[in-house]
């Protein structure tokens, strides 16, 4: 029972890390009001970028910082969509979903990135760390993207709450027409929310490939954009409440691959759908339970026009 | 868009960065505009240019993964002028993107973004297949039974994202897509479980019988299918065009607080279409199983939902134009199988198009939204 607990909760960080992570870039630009339907695309496009550069041999954390950037790149299609061209929030999310799971296919065919295993991240100490008992596994044995990812929740929510640009960030996404009027440049603003929230995503992304899965096959991320936007309404918004959301989700994704092992004998496939079942039962709590809860940015999914004020 | 405010328009939007300096000199951004009214000639020409440049976007990524405009243009004139055989397979392709669309178009009308097509089409297949593998009630009427069922079961899984927008404005985007993944995987349990092909053990179901097969028109390969798709075509663009119910769900879809205001019944317009989107989904589903396949695969759904958007959208939500776009887009899809075939592009090539499509006329609205000005 110890054993299954520690093999548990020490793999726990690694699947909670993704969703944290996209969790947190989807925070960014919602917060800007732009609603990001996009998630699962930006993700995809990280992990084909993470799986690309891996195969090309390039280390493990430049791969990880590649998809990054990819993941701003593809921000920049959508920026340009929903801060440029006033396209709807919505279909610009759907459409890019769309386009990122052709592109990521196309690309990952046609390069023969596809079911090639890659070396993947390494733990970040020693094995004789990780060796201790019992808490060694939990504590040491984690990748250097689950000890950095505590301290970018920390910096995004010091940015959110606490710097002059958090401050025109939620100005932005509460009242675009008062910040305008204020002198906030919001279609620059929003525009960087996406960029910098593309970068958070892809990041998310590339870590699924690079650090969890080691390979690639098409549509990899299997909806976990999807859970990351449910997971942020369930946090209503905020970096930390993100985290914790997502160590839920961790753990239950977690756990799915170690049931069986147990021997609880549950149909395979009805374990597959706990997290999407989660994700709903999640949003449902959430609805209910914050009914008159006002933490959502007002202007969540408005586009501002100067001329269009009413 | 009537209603608001003209007063601002010579202030400009985000001009700050030339516009101190230099006075009624061009801007790197260009101040936007509301454009009050758009003529209908606009309008068709916007769309036409958005296509257009769709198009040669398309020719671009083809030349890209290495299909020559040549080749590009034989394969295409194959497809529309090598005889009746691929008329037929085209028309074939048509049938299910036709009732996708209509599907999607149908909820999109009332506001309801639903991208659980795939997850209907799976439950309600599911569905109908039980009907068949059971051989649930006489023969005669199997086939009517089945389509019953294939949208019973579409109905009943648009009705959790529907009631959960409806009463407590949960995002339908992310319910139905998530109830995809969870019918997926209901789907690959019966697959693998009970529901394996006894004569093969492959994963999927046994062959329907005879009786549960859409009965063939009689010319080339064509199942009534074709002839569904089309008469609900003509129903739908009835009960829009003609009927109470289509009058008040256009003012619903152009207005909907307005709508609510002079006492149109908004919640209950928007649970019939939510309702006929999932009853349509459940029989594209059907009409796949039923009509094409002659049993539930694996992989049968696959790039629907896709499919069903992108129909949808260009269609511009309306019956008729929802059956233009299918047909064009069964030759997309039967071009893609031949470039694969001939050339070893990957199908998603195709997918990639539709995509490009999809933001290429997306895009496009923002022209007849606003005017842009370069001058300052």
């Known amino acids: 029972m110890v054993d299954f607990l520690i093999n548990w909760i020490s793999i726990v960080p690694s699947f909670a890390a993704p969703f944290v992570l996209a969790a947190l870039g989807l925070i960014i630009c ?8 996009g998630a699962e695309g930006f993700m995809l496009v990280g992990a084909v970028a993470g799986v690309g550069l891996m195969t090309n ?22 920026a340009f969509m929903v801060a440029g061209l006033r396209i709807n929030h919505v279909i610009s999310g759907l459409a890019l979903v769309f386009l990122a799971q052709a592109l990521t296919s196309l690309i990952a065919t046609q390069q023969g990135w596809t079911n090639n295993p890659i070396s ?3 733990p970040l100490f020693s094995d004789s760390l990780s060796d201790i008992l019992y808490f060694g596994p939990i504590l040491f044995g984690q990748d250097i993207i689950v000890y950095f990812t505590p301290i970018l929740c920390f910096s995004v ?17 509460e009242n675009p027409h008062a910040a305008d009027a204020a002198g906030i440049n919001v279609t620059l603003i929003r525009f960087l929310a996406i960029i910098i929230g593309g970068a958070f995503l892809g990041l998310a992304g590339g870590y699924l490939t690079v650090a969890v899965s ?30 914790t959301g997502a160590l839920l989700f961790g753990c239950i994704e977690a756990l799915i691959p170690r049931i069986a092992a147990v021997g609880f004998h549950v149909p ?12 709903l039962g999640v949003m449902i709590w959430s609805a209910i339970r914050l009914k008159n809860d006002w933490s959502q940015p007002a202007a969540l999914g408005q586009h501002h026009i100067r001329e269009e004020r009413t | 868009m009537l209603n608001k405010a003209t007063e601002n328009n010579n202030v400009p939007i985000s001009g700050k960065a030339s516009s101190s300096e230099k006075k009624r000199n061009l801007q790197f951004i260009p101040r936007l505009e509301v454009r009050q009214n758009s003529p209908e000639w606009l309008r068709l020409l916007i769309y036409a240019f958005s296509l257009l440049v769709g198009c040669v976007c398309a020719v671009l990524v083809m030349y890209c993964v290495g299909v020559n405009p040549t080749d590009l243009i034989q394969e295409i004139s194959i497809l529309l002028f090598s005889g009746t055989r691929t008329v037929g397979s085209v028309l074939a392709q048509t049938a299910p993107l036709i009732i996708a669309g209509l599907a999607t178009a149908a909820a999109f009308r009332a506001n309801f973004w639903n991208v659980g097509l795939e997850g209907q089409m799976i439950v309600g297949t599911i569905f109908a297949s039980f009907i068949a593998i059971h051989d649930i009630g006489p023969a005669s009427l199997r086939l009517f039974l089945m389509a019953f069922a294939a949208m019973l079961g579409g109905i009943i899984w648009i009705a959790p994202a529907g009631f959960l927008k409806l009463k407590l404005g949960i995002n339908e985007v992310i319910t139905t897509l998530l109830l995809n993944y969870v019918a997926f995987n209901l789907l690959l349990h019966l697959l693998f479980g009970a529901w394996k092909d006894p004569v093969s053990g492959f994963p999927h179901s046994a062959q329907f019988d005879l009786v549960e097969r859409l009965p063939k028109i009689g010319w080339e390969n064509l199942t009534y299918a074709l002839p569904l798709a089309v008469s609900l075509v003509l129903l739908i663009w009835w009960i829009l065009s003609f009927s ?44 796949i199983a039923s009509g094409l396949e002659f049993r539930m ?3 049968f759904f696959s790039g629907f939902l896709f499919s069903g958007v992108l129909i949808a959208f260009l269609g511009r939500n309306h019956p008729i134009g929802v059956a233009v776009v299918a047909l064009f887009m069964a030759m997309l899809v039967l071009l893609g199988q031949s470039l694969q075939v001939f050339y070893q592009v990957p199908f998603a090539l195709i997918q990639l198009i539709q995509a490009i499509f999809i933001i290429c006329v997306a895009a496009s609205e923002f022209f007849l939204t606003y005017r842009m000005h370069w001058r300052n």
């Open chain 1, 30 to 37: 919602e917060r800007a009001g732009v609603l990001n339907l």
């Open chain 1, 57 to 78: 041999g390039t280390p493990a954390l430049a791969a990880l910082i590649g998809a990054a950037l990819a993941g701003s790149a593809f921000g920049l299609i959508f």
């Open chain 1, 120 to 122: 993947g991240l390494k």
């Open chain 1, 157 to 173: 929510a010091y940015i959110i709450y606490q710097t002059t640009i958090g401050l025109k960030l939620r100005a932005v996404g």
């Open chain 1, 214 to 243: 080691k390979i690639w096959v098409d549509g990899v991320v299997g909806g976990r954009g999807w859970i990351a936007i449910a997971l942020v309404i369930f946090a209503r918004w905020g970096p930390w409440r993100a985290l």
């Open chain 1, 268 to 279: 395979q496939y009805f374990l597959l759908m706990t997290p999407y079942l989660a994700t």
């Open chain 2, 244 to 287: 109470r119910v289509g009058y008040l769900l256009s003012f619903v879809s152009s207005n909907p607080s307005m709508a609510k205001a002079v006492g149109v019944p908004v919640l209950g317009l928007s649970i019939t279409a939510i309702i006929m989107s999932g009853a349509i989904g459940g029989l594209t589903g059907f009409a």
């Open chain 2, 297 to 299: 695969t694996r992989d």
